[in-house]
């Protein structure tokens, strides 16, 4: 049943002051509640443990490279500046810079607690040791698997046909909790045959229906920042090296693959081609719910294979020619199809090879885009020869330490995040878009959005409760996800080995190690029990899995700005959070108006605001903590970083 109040409140307030001449709204939002029935009833049946894996965000990643190259970007910067004779902003406070670097980082802000003890803390390398432990928490995969996933999704103006969007973020998650190379990746994704649900990697090529040129086109996009788009019918107008041959050569080294239909593929051949060798449990994601809070889950049972035949054709009316895989201003790869590697192995030899301070300009460019708002070239894939590069030296710099480094992503993260390309305060001046003296302020995407509603609120903190009441399950479960990964690994080898194509079996992962329980073995009937609970868990999980495809729907900014304010979601998460009663819990109402702050922005409350708030408090009788609380989320300084 959804039940609907009338909503008279007025919002008038600067960045600074989010509550100023803010009326409190008689019920609101309560009034505008809808109460889920769906999750205790989806509760009772069983949940396969299987379909939908669960993990608690306990796990610490590596750390990758501790060292970083931040200096570097400021020497260049105040060089720049003071040749340009322009001010940079100053950098900002420690509140703000922690909450900035947690939504970059881990796509949420940090909890009132971490913010309260790092605002407190007068330690010189606090933001450094911020970073550091930041880039080890478990959710730093979560959120980037995400913002990666995106990255592919966006190659393409239309769905790709059967693609199973679960699998590709567990695999990119799987990759960024390892700390896998960037170039790694590269390789994964455009030279890796397999089935989908199986392996996610395989999905790149599906997205693109395994069309040769597509499958080209999206690579050089996604790791060369290069559009070849228009050279597809005619030689680029703005770009002479992009000639029309170029993008047909490129696309003829992925001119032997098939797209394989499990469903209609003879068992046995698609199983001796594509063994089930299990999954990582580096894969297993530690959203609020686990794996079933992932969106986008569907996909057909399909394979990408390579196979010995099939030629690409310069399209032509009159005179079609068959097309000789040619690297993009290289020589044609005469012979290609003489040794045992692929032509899609071969094109990863040359993307990882030749192109690779390309490639690490590529991928600097792409995070300085998503951490700073502004990159060398206003778009991800917007290098050409053409167009001139912003700070060419400093892209240049940081790419070749980005090569020396291996393409370690924390790394170069490290890097930005401790620059003062990233601390600079706000400032609208037009001329920042060039010089970088001051930041941009940019509204959170749906995934930071959707994350900070779910932890201000306290809903991420009452779904891992639930989840750790069945630890010791799922700690259990781990251990038999990893034992039947070793013992498919082996078979899988044996199957390669015997069968057609052996060199597959030598590029199987290494069998994971084993994993020691925090708690001794359960009992049959605790282990019923937590079964029982786990299933209300993974419910909780599938209920946010809707929530956030539907935030990362594109909506008109009117539709997304009533989502934002009076959405399903936010409804939801302040009646089933934990905050609004923890704050209603504290004694004085100046602590509770300094927990709410803390909670929502991550800082504490000016002289000012805590005054109005206080007052407000003390002559409205009808003064709800859940209703600052939705005021506080609503403001600008909370929809942006």
């Not at 009159?318 to 000789?324: A, F, G, K, V």
């Not at 590697?341 to 301070?357: I, K, V």
Request: with cysteine; hydrophobic share 40%; net charge negative.
């Amino acid at each position: 049943m959804m039940t609907w109040g009338v909503v008279h409140c007025r919002y008038v307030g600067s960045t600074r002051n989010p509550v100023r001449r803010w009326s409190v709204c008689r019920g609101f939002p309560f009034l505008l509640l809808v109460v889920i029935a769906g999750v205790a009833g989806e509760a009772q049946g069983e949940v396969s443990p299987e379909l939908f894996p669960a993990a608690l965000p306990n796990r610490q990643l590596p750390e990758g490279n501790t060292d970083h190259a931040a200096t570097l970007i400021d020497l260049y910067l105040s060089g720049f500046w003071q040749g340009a004779q322009v001010a940079a902003t100053g950098v900002v406070d420690d509140a703000t810079f922690l909450r900035r670097a947690s939504l970059g980082i881990v796509g949420a802000p940090p909890a009132a607690e971490t913010a309260r003890a790092f605002i407190e803390d007068t330690s010189p390398d606090k933001r450094e040791v911020a970073v550091n432990g930041l880039l080890r928490e478990s959710q730093y995969a979560d959120y980037w698997a995400f913002r990666q996933r995106q990255w592919v999704l966006e190659l393409r103006e239309s769905v790709g046909q059967g693609t199973n969007f679960v699998s590709l973020y567990q695999y990119l998650r799987q990759a960024l909790a390892e700390n896998r190379s960037w170039d790694r990746v590269a390789r994964d994704l455009v030279a890796t045959q397999g089935a989908i649900k199986k392996d996610g990697r395989a999905n790149f090529g599906i997205y693109f229906d395994g069309e040769p040129n597509e499958y080209a086109e999206a690579a050089m996009r996604l790791f060369l920042g290069i559009n070849l788009a228009c050279a597809q019918c005619h030689d680029d107008p703005y770009v002479d090296e992009y000639k029309r041959e170029s993008y047909w050569g490129l696309s003829a080294f992925f001119g032997r693959i098939e797209m394989w239909d499990g469903n209609l593929v003879a068992p046995e051949r698609f199983a001796e081609r594509f063994p089930d060798i299990g999954r990582s449990e580096y894969s297993v994601s530690t959203l609020p719910g686990g794996d079933a809070a992932i969106d986008g889950a569907g996909g057909e049972n399909r394979a990408v294979a390579d196979v010995d035949t099939g030629e690409v054709q310069l399209p032509h009316p009159e005179n079609p020619q068959t097309m000789i895989p040619t690297p993009l201003g290289g020589e044609p790869m005469v012979g290609a199809d003489e040794g045992t590697r692929s032509r899609r192995e071969l094109f990863a030899d040359w993307l990882t090879g030749s192109q690779r301070q390309k490639m690490a300009r590529a991928i600097v460019n792409r995070y300085f885009l998503e951490l700073t708002g502004r990159g060398f070239v206003d778009r991800a894939d917007g290098f050409a020869p053409s167009k001139p590069v912003r700070h060419a030296a400093l892209l240049d710099q940081i790419a070749r330490n980005l090569v020396s480094h291996e393409f370690d992503i924390k790394w170069l993260i490290r890097t930005i995040v401790l620059s003062k390309a990233f601390q600079l305060k706000f400032d609208d001046e037009p001329s920042a878009h060039e010089a970088w003296h001051a930041a941009e302020r940019r509204r959170l995407n749906s995934d930071q959005w959707f994350n900070s509603v779910l932890r201000v609120t306290g809903r991420e903190e009452a779904i891992y409760l639930v989840g750790e009441q069945v630890r010791s399950l799922l700690e259990e479960e781990t251990a038999c996800r990893i034992d039947q990964r070793k013992r498919l690994l082996v078979e899988g080898e044996e199957k390669l080995r015997s069968g057609p194509f052996p060199h597959l079996a030598d590029r199987l992962p290494a069998p994971p190690g084993d994993f020691v329980q925090s708690e001794s073995a359960l009992t049959e009937q605790e282990r019923e029990e937590q079964k029982k609970i786990r299933q209300t868990y993974i419910a909780f999980g599938k209920n946010l899995s809707g929530h956030r495809s539907s935030a990362r729907t594109e909506m008109s900014p009117t539709s997304e700005a009533l989502m934002r304010m009076n959405g399903l979601l936010l409804a939801e998460s302040l009646r089933e959070g934990t905050s609004v009663t923890q704050i209603e819990s504290l004694e004085s109402g100046q602590n509770k108006i300094e927990q709410a702050y803390l909670t929502v922005l991550a800082r504490f409350p000016g002289v000012e605001e805590s005054r109005e708030v206080l007052a407000m408090m003390e002559q409205n009788a009808d003064f709800k903590i859940n209703d600052l609380m939705w005021a506080l989320i609503q403001t600008n300084e909370f929809q942006s970083l």
